[in-house]
């Protein structure tokens, strides 16, 4: 971990928001942004207390906002509540009762539309069908499941029991899903046969057959039929989700649960070692999800938001499912590919719906530029009026096309800052307020407290780039690594003291506005998704052939990241076939998502005197700034070390 940082990128394009839009913004104007940041900064416990007051249905009203410093902290202690109460059936009271909370479209072209009523029966029959199967308050019941309603209904059906979901992305393996099982122990699974992408299937109830090998604690599994293929049902163990809702009552009352209550487990990839369960609890996780959708968002009841991430990652979690649906809006949900059945999916789904507020990842942008304009063209984008983006930093030029060719110079661009473990977003522009500038998440949002510093934990001045840290707690964070209280201390506590760290490079310019230059830790971040160097490197040690592996990140027109394996074998010669083997193999460990951009064989990986494997080095190579051969030794890149300085 360095924590002096050279940044090179020199953007000087602002972009002030419109008046018109800044007239009818949820927060209007920087004086309204600063008069919140300082309240809040001033008085966290006062500023968020409130608002959980006035936004939070409460069963039994909390006695006290904040307890504790980080990392122990806790938020509204002595209060009870019920997630899928805050989601569903606070709205039924209202006119929203038949307001489309849900507008569903399939990869085929099927379409489903879930009003507030649709879905509060549907998660109470879904409830009261896991109680039967033997799901009580605090079990973890396991969602693989494809971009269908039914996941966002598993997901409220749990909350409404006080049990606690764990969602895995649908693109992880067999084995990905056993592990992830085993460490929730995770009691039921929730699946479908399978899910369409790009015209294919994904066969998800297969890859549960296969991980149930290995996953003692799972007693039930449940399957949607999605896509009618054959599968195998185990009789007295897999039931048909169809089957269970047929008798379910649509009356299921709410478990009313502390605020501190868990309420998910979300699988991410951390520098070393397994995944690392981050676990979210009720009442803060509701509040962050809820305000940061009104804010950055500028969500109205009028609009038609959509957020195309996978509900599978957590932003599909925060602003696909509680986010919006707290704020009473209607969510778009798509299940499939963009460039299905071509490349103008997205945008014929925009025009068809008339969407107003669009949320997407760089990558997806940069694909999109690459497909070409006239794609988007085609289609009538003029219902947009809101644009974001997420995952990743966005490179100013896919920033100015975004701006420019999807938001025809009329929609404000929030590049939002955050991750699995902050819970919501913590850093982005205000869409009433603040000035973009193409390639940074701009400020933090009311409540976030970040700063730059060095490895000591000083403030570092203007464009210094350091390490990305938070000041202060905020009520969607998270409150440990699930079973490892330790890992989670270790991890965001350990290395600056009292702070919150990252894990992410940043620097802030003379306008404190931040931009985040990646990560600082062993982490990759391809296609917007975190993917540890250390799972893919023990994923292909533990082929039999290979007898090291070093993995890093270099720049990919894409993904912003690709994947690229150094692999030295135990005996004999790499070459094409084995290359494929080794491929697949990453596949079936951890995933499609984890798929090798490209693999060299070495004849050794280059390590420091301390046995730490060089990546700096390797990162260049794989960059191509760096030449060596295909079986290169280590005197190789000895000889390259020496030119440069060294890494230790
Ligand atoms: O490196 C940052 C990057 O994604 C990481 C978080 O990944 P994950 O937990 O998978 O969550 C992704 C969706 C919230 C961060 O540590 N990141 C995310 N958003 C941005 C970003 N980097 C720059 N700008 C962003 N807007």
Redesign the pocket.
């Known amino acids: 971990m360095s924590g002096n940082i050279h940044s090179v990128l020199q953007e000087t394009r602002t972009f002030p928001p419109a008046a018109d839009f800044v007239r009818q913004a949820n927060i209007s104007g920087d004086e309204q942004y600063q008069k919140l940041w300082q309240r809040a900064k001033d008085d966290p416990a006062g500023f968020w207390g409130e608002l959980a007051k006035e936004h939070l249905v409460w069963s039994k009203p909390f006695d006290k906002a904040l307890e504790g410093t980080m990392p122990e902290t806790k938020w509204f202690t002595g209060g009870k509540l019920n997630a899928s109460v805050n989601c569903v059936d606070k709205h039924l009271t209202t006119w929203r009762k038949n307001k489309a909370a849900i507008i569903w479209e399939g990869e085929p072209g099927d379409t489903r539309v879930l009003t507030y009523q649709d879905l509060h029966r549907e998660v109470c029959q879904f409830a009261n069908v896991l109680k039967k199967l033997g799901v009580k308050t605090g079990d973890r019941v396991t969602l693989y499941m494809p971009m269908i309603p039914e996941l966002a209904i598993a997901m409220l059906a749990c909350a409404r029991l006080g049990a606690t979901h764990s969602i895995i992305f649908g693109g992880f393996s067999a084995d990905a899903v056993s592990d992830r099982n085993n460490d929730a122990k995770a009691k039921v699974v929730v699946t479908a046969d399978g899910g369409w992408r790009r015209g294919k299937e994904v066969p998800l109830k297969k890859a549960v057959d296969d991980s149930l090998a290995k996953s003692p604690t799972v007693e039930k599994v449940v399957v949607v039929r999605r896509t009618g293929s054959d599968v195998s049902m185990v009789p007295d163990r897999d039931y048909w989700w169809h089957d269970l809702m047929k008798d379910a009552s649509s009356e299921c009352d709410p478990v009313e649960v502390d605020s501190e209550h868990p309420l998910y487990i979300l699988y991410?990839s951390g520098s070393t070692g397994k995944p690392k369960g981050v676990l979210h609890t009720t009442a803060g996780y509701l509040l962050g999800t809820q305000m940061t959708s009104k804010w950055v968002f500028d969500l109205k009841d009028e609009d038609t938001y959509w957020c195309t991430a996978d509900i599978g990652?957590?932003?599909g979690h925060s602003y696909i499912v509680y986010g919006p649906l707290q704020n009473g809006a209607t969510a778009i949900m798509y299940e499939g590919a963009p460039n299905w059945p071509d490349e103008g999916r997205f945008w014929e789904i925009i025009e068809k719906y008339k969407v107003s507020i669009f949320y997407t990842a760089p990558t997806a942008i940069r694909a999109f530029i690459k497909w070409g304009d006239h794609w988007p063209n085609k289609f009538d984008l003029s219902s947009l009026r809101l644009l974001g983006?997420?995952?990743?930093?966005?490179n100013p030029e896919a920033w100015m096309w975004y701006h420019k060719v999807i938001g025809a110079e009329r929609c404000p661009i929030v590049?939002?800052?955050?991750?699995?473990?902050t819970g919501a977003i913590m850093i982005s522009p205000l869409p009433g307020v603040t000035a973009t500038k193409p390639g940074s998440?701009t400020k933090p949002l009311p409540g976030i407290v970040p700063d730059i510093v060095n490895e000591k934990g000083e403030s570092l001045g203007p464009n210094q780039g350091g390490l990305l840290v938070m000041r202060q707690p905020w009520p969607s964070m998270l409150r440990t690594l699930y079973g490892d209280h330790a890992r989670f201390k270790e991890t965001y506590f350990g290395k600056l003291q009292g702070l919150y760290f990252?894990?992410?490079g940043a620097r802030k310019d003379e306008d404190g506005y931040i931009w985040?230059m990646?990560?600082v830790d062993d982490v990759l971040?391809v296609a917007?998704?975190?993917l540890s160097t250390m799972e893919v490197e023990s994923a292909l040690v533990s082929h039999p052939k290979v007898a090291e592996a070093a993995v890093v990140g270099f720049p990919h027109d894409i993904k912003g990241e690709g994947i690229c394996c150094f692999v030295t074998l135990k005996q004999g010669e790499g070459n094409d076939a084995l290359k494929a083997e080794l491929t697949a193999h990453v596949r079936k460990q951890i995933g499609a998502l984890a798929t090798p951009d490209s693999i060299r064989f070495a004849a050794a990986v280059p390590k420091t005197r301390s046995g730490k494997i060089m990546r700096r080095l390797l990162r260049d190579i794989a960059a191509g700034k760096e030449q060596v051969g295909d079986t290169t030794t280590l005197e190789d890149y000895a000889v390259l070390a020496k030119l440069r300085d060294t890494e230790e």
């Open positions: 991410t990652w957590v932003t983006s997420v995952g990743e930093p966005i590049d939002t800052w955050w991750q699995t473990e998440c990252a894990g992410d985040v990646g990560r971040n917007g998704h975190r």
